[in-house]
C-alpha cells in the first residue's frame, strides 16, 4: 500500500508555487526516501513550467519545519561498502542543489524546528526566512551522531555565512535561532510567524525583480577565495578548541574542519565530492554507531508512557507542592514553576525558605541575552510561586514532592502530616536517590498513590529522573509521573523498587571499587586519569569530592545492608567521614579546596596521614586493569538488575547511565559497550579477579549470553 504523501502543492499566487511537507500522522517532518522521491517529482514538473516566479517551501505543522533525515534509513546502510554511503550522500545533495538552478527563484519558510538535513535543504534554497517564534531554530547536529552533514552543508554554508562563522555552527552541533541566523547571514529575515508567507510572496517578488539570486548563485558555486594565511590560522584555532572540547573522543568534529578547509578553495560540487567522501569513513565506526544508539534511546524515551497499559491517561496536574527548600527542593521548584506550573514550596525554616525562593526566582527568571536574572521574567513566575512554612498549605497541590534530608523516619513523619491533607487523586513522591519506596510506602493511606521521583544534582542541568514504582502504585500513578517529568524537558525512566534504584546502584560498584584500588595502591591521580580516557567526565575520587563523602557514606550504608555479599564497607571512607573530610563542601576531602574554588582540587600533603596507614598493599596498576576494575563490576550489577526486575529494558539502564552520571555517550551506553566487548570477553576478563569476591563472580545471565553469543540489547 502506497504511504500517503507528505509534500502538497498549491498556488498561493497565480505565479508563486508552494510546496508544503506535513507527514500525515506524524508530529514532525522527516526526509525520508519517499520524501524526497515525492520532492524529486514536483520539482521535475515545476522547472518546466515557465509561468513561475518563484517557488516557497513551508510546513503545514506549527512549530516544526522539518527535524532532518530519517535517521534508520541511514542505519540500514550501515554494513553496506563505502561506495554505496558515497552514493547515498551524493544523490541527496544533487537532489537538494536543484533548489539553486531552478528557473525561478526559490525560498524557504521556516516556522520551527529546521535541523539536520532539513537545514542543508533550506540552505540550498536561495534565500530563507525565520519566525521569531522561540521553536525556529536551525542547525546541524549531526557531530552528535559521529557523523557531519552529508548533503552539501559542508561546502554551501561556509559560502553563506562565512567558513568560521559555519565551522562554528557545523562542529559544535548546537542550534541558533531566528535572529542569530538572521545576523550570521542564513536567514534573510526574521519575522512573526503570522507574516511569514506574506514576507515569503514579498521577498520572491523582490529577488526577481533585482536578480540579486542569480548573482548569489554564481558567487556561492565558486570558491571561497582565501589564503593560505587565513586557512593556517583558521584551522589551528578551531582544532585546539575542538579538541580541548572534545578531548578527542569525537572524530566527527574534526573531520568536519578538514572537509571543509581542504573544499573552501574548490568551488562547490568539488566540494561536494570531499564531503561524500569523507563523511562515508566515518559512517559505520564503532563510534557513530553508539552515538546513533543514544540517539535512539532519547527517541525511545520520548515515546514511552512508562507503563505497558495502552489505556491509561495520566492526569493533567496543574499545581505542584515541594517540601524541603535546599538545593534539591528548589531545583524542583525551579524546573517546575519554569514549564508553567503553580507551585508551593514548603520548609519548616524560614530562614531556608526564603533563602530557598529568591534561588528559584533567579532561577527561573535567568536570562541567557542579558546573563542575568530578567525582571519581565520574574514579573511573569512571581505570581505562580508560593512559599509557605505551613504544610497545610499544600492540601490543594495535584502533586507533593518531598525532597529532605535522606533518612527514612524522618520523611515517614513528614507523609504522615502531609498525605491526610491532600485530595484523593493528589500523588505523593519523594526524591529519595536510596532509600527502597516500599518502605517509604510503609504506614501511608494510600500508597497506590505514592511513588519515587528522583531528580539528579544540579536538576537544572540534569536531564535523567527516575521513577520508581512500589509494589502499590498504580499504573496512573506512574503514567502521571512520567508526564510530568517529559513537560519538564527531562528523560524519566521507570524502575521497579530496590536500593539504590538503578543508577546509584550501578555508581556504588564503580565508586566502590575506586576506594579499593586505592588501598591496594593504585594512585589516586592514575585512578582518575583511567577513568577520564574511558570518557567518564570526571574521575571516580574526584566524584567523591563533588557528591560529597557524607552522602557516599551515608548511601553506602543503606546499599551495604542491602548487597552485604558485594558492597565492602571500605574503612577509607569511614575515616574521611569521621575526619570531617566530605570534599567540596567541607574544603577538603581527597584533594583541598580553596574558598570560591570548588571545581578545581589541589592535591593535599594531610591526606596521607589517613589514606597510607589503610593501604593493604603496594601493587601497579596498568590503565587497562583499572578500567576493567571500575567498569566490569557495573555491568555485573547490570545484570542483577535485569534479573531481579528492577528495569522495564536494558535501554533504560544505558540512558540512565549516560544522563545521571554522565557514562561517555561515544561508547553508546553501559550495555552497549558490554555487547560491543561480548559475553564472551567479559568473561574472559573477570576470570582474574574472581578471587576478589563475589562483586567479581558472572551471572546466571552472563553466563548464558557468553554461551549463546548473545546480546543485551536483543
Known amino acids: 500500500m502506497a504511504s500517503a504523501p507528505t509534500i502538497k502543492l498549491s498556488m498561493i499566487e497565480d505565479d508563486i508555487a508552494v510546496l508544503t511537507l506535513d507527514e500525515p500522522d ?30 516557497i517551501i513551508c510546513s503545514g505543522k506549527p512549530g516544526m519545519f522539518i527535524a532532518g533525515a530519517d535517521i534508520r534509513e541511514f542505519v540500514a546502510a550501515q554494513d553496506e561498502p563505502k561506495e554505496v554511503f558515497v552514493e547515498m550522500s551524493s544523490a541527496g545533495r544533487r537532489l537538494f542543489q536543484r533548489l539553486s538552478q531552478t528557473p525561478f527563484v526559490t525560498v524557504a519558510a521556516i516556522d520551527g524546528i529546521c535541523v539536520g538535513g532539513g537545514a542543508e535543504l533550506a540552505m540550498w534554497c536561495d534565500r530563507r526566512l525565520m519566525t521569531d517564534n522561540s521553536k525556529s531554530q536551525i ?56 507574516d511569514l508567507m506574506p514576507a515569503a510572496v514579498a521577498l520572491v517578488r523582490s529577488e526577481k525583480a533585482s536578480q540579486s539570486y542569480l548573482v548569489d548563485r554564481q558567487r556561492w558555486a565558486a570558491p571561497l577565495g582565501m589564503n593560505d594565511t587565513e586557512l593556517a590560522f583558521l584551522a589551528v584555532t578551531s582544532q585546539a578548541y575542538i579538541q580541548q572540547q572534545t ?37 559505520g565506526t564503532p563510534i557513530n554507531r553508539a552515538l546513533i544508539n543514544v540517539f535512539f534511546l532519547i527517541d525511545r524515551n520520548k ?40 507551585v508551593a514550596l514548603n520548609d519548616l525554616s524560614e530562614e531556608y525558605l526564603q533563602k530557598g525562593l529568591r534561588a528559584v526566582i533567579e532561577e527561573v527568571s535567568y536570562d541567557k541575552s542579558i546573563k542575568g536574572p530578567s525582571i519581565n521574567k520574574a514579573l511573569d513566575v512571581v505570581p505562580h510561586i508560593d512559599g509557605t512554612t505551613d504544610v497545610a498549605d499544600l492540601a490543594g497541590c495535584d502533586l507533593v514532592i518531598e525532597a529532605i534530608v535522606e ?24 526524591n529519595t536517590s536510596t532509600i527502597p519506596i516500599t518502605r517509604l510506602s510503609q504506614g501511608l493511606a494510600r500508597p497506590e498513590k505514592f511513588v519515587g521521583i528522583h531528580f539528579f544534582n544540579p536538576v537544572r ?84 569530592d563533588v557528591v560529597g563523602l557524607d552522602t557516599a557514606y551515608h548511601a553506602g550504608g543503606i546499599m551495604k545492608e542491602a548487597f552485604p555479599d558485594r558492597v565492602v564497607e571500605s574503612p577509607l571512607i569511614t575515616a574521611m567521614y569521621e575526619a570531617g573530610r566530605f570534599g567540596q563542601k567541607s574544603g577538603a ?57 528492577i528495569v522495564r529494558n536494558v535501554r533504560d539502564i544505558d540512558l540512565g547511565l549516560i544522563f545521571g552520571v554522565g557514562f561517555p555517550p561515544f561508547r553508546g551506553g553501559l550495555m552497549f559497550w558490554a555487547d560491543h566487548l561480548g559475553a564472551a570477553t567479559i568473561m574472559e576478563k573477570l576470570k582474574p579477579y574472581e578471587s576478589i569476591g563475589e562483586r567479581f563472580r558472572p551471572t546466571e545471565l552472563l553466563k548464558k549470553m557468553a554461551t549463546n553469543d548473545g546480546k543485551f540489547y536483543d
Open 589 to 645: 576531602g581527597f584533594f583541598a579546596y580553596a574558598p570560591g574554588q570548588k571545581s578545581k582540587g589541589k592535591d593535599d600533603p594531610t591526606l596521607a596521614a589517613i589514606v597510607d596507614p589503610l593501604i593493604r598493599k603496594q601493587q601497579a596498576f596498568s590503565d587497562e586493569q583499572i578500567v576493567d576494575r571500575l567498569f566490569l563490576p557495573m555491568v555485573l550489577e547490570a545484570t542483577r538488575l535485569i534479573e531481579d526486575g
Open 303 to 342: 515515546k514511552d508512557t512508562g507503563i505497558e497499559a495502552a489505556d491509561v491517561t495520566p492526569r493533567d496536574l496543574k499545581s505542584v507542592g515541594v517540601f524541603g527548600a535546599g538545593i534539591m527542593g528548589g531545583g524542583i521548584a525551579a524546573a517546575t514553576a519554569r514549564r508553567g506550573y503553580d
Open 26 to 55: 506524524k508530529g514532525a517532518n522527516i526526509l525520508s526516501r519517499h520524501v524526497l522521491e515525492e520532492l524529486a517529482a514536483h520539482l521535475d514538473d515545476l522547472e518546466l513550467r515557465s509561468d513561475l516566479a518563484g517557488l
Open 407 to 430: 533518612n527514612p523516619d524522618a520523611k515517614k513523619q513528614l507523609y504522615a502530616k502531609i498525605e491526610p491533607l491532600l485530595g484523593d487523586d493528589a500523588i505523593l513522591a519523594s
Open 247 to 283: 578531548k578527542g573522543q569525537y572524530p566527527a568534529p574534526l573531520a568536519a574542519l578538514a572537509v571543509m578547509l581542504q573544499g573552501a578553495n574548490l568551488d562547490v560540487n568539488a566540494a561536494c565530492d570531499l564531503e561524500a567522501n569523507g563523511i562515508a569513513d566515518l559512517f
Open 461 to 544: 542541568k540534569m536531564m535523567l529522573v527516575e521513577v520508581i514504582r512500589g509494589p502499590e502504585t498504580t499504573d496512573e500513578t506512574v503514567a502521571t509521573a512520567v508526564a510530568y517529568v517529559k513537560k519538564l524537558g527531562k528523560y524519566p525512566i521507570v524502575c521497579n523498587d530496590g536500593p539504590g534504584f538503578v543508577v546509584n546502584r550501578l555508581l556504588l560498584p564503580y565508586m566502590n571499587e575506586a576506594l579499593e584500588l586505592i588501598l591496594e595502591g593504585a594512585p589516586i591521580k592514575q585512578i582518575d586519569r583511567a577513568a577520564k580516557s574511558f570518557g567518564m567526565p570526571m574521575g571516580p575520587i574526584t566524584l567523591y
Open 139 to 194: 542547525g546541524f547536529p549531526e557531530v552528535k551522531i559521529g557523523i557531519y552533514p552529508g548533503w552539501g552543508g559542508t561546502a554551501r554554508m561556509p559560502r553563506i555565512i562565512g567558513l568560521s562563522n559555519a565551522a562554528e555552527l557545523i562542529c559544535g552541533g548546537e542550534n541558533v535561532d531566528g535572529k542569530a541566523a538572521t545576523a550570521l547571514g542564513f536567514a534573510t529575515d526574521t519575522v512573526p510567524t503570522a
